[in-house]
């Protein structure tokens, strides 16, 4: 039975590999817009109510222990979003490898034991 189980996880595991590598570009991160206020006097972003400049856009993350942000282009957004959304997945794909590598390496030490 627990040869199966084996044999089960092992194909789950291969099945994790190949969508990992179908991903396509990563990038860790989350976007913001950013509606921004001008030194200027008597610019519109200082009227009542004020309408302040942008949209903006901007990606923020941790790598590595350091923070940092990035102002995106609005062409960019598509490729931008993709990517997050890949970053993402990423993530979740290698939980569940790991979930999956430890239930497999439990089960092999249980039946080398026996």
């Not at 991903?23 to 309408?51: H, W």
């Not at 598509?78 to 890949?86: M, T, V």
Request: aromatic residues 6%.
């Amino acid at each position: 039975m627990d040869t199966k189980r084996e044999t089960q996880i092992e194909r789950q595991i291969e099945k994790v590999k190949r969508d990992l590598t179908a991903l396509g570009n990563l990038r860790p991160g989350s976007l913001s817009t950013q509606y921004n206020v001008c030194g200027s006097p008597g610019c519109r972003c200082k009227a009542t109510p004020p309408e302040k400049h942008g949209p903006y856009y901007q990606v923020s993350f941790t790598r590595k222990g350091k923070s940092s942000s990035k102002f995106v282009r609005k062409e960019d957004l598509p490729a931008i979003r993709r990517e997050l959304k890949n970053y993402e997945s990423m993530k979740l794909l290698v939980d569940t490898w790991i979930e999956l590598a430890t239930e497999l390496s439990n089960l092999r030490l249980k039946r080398d034991r026996a």
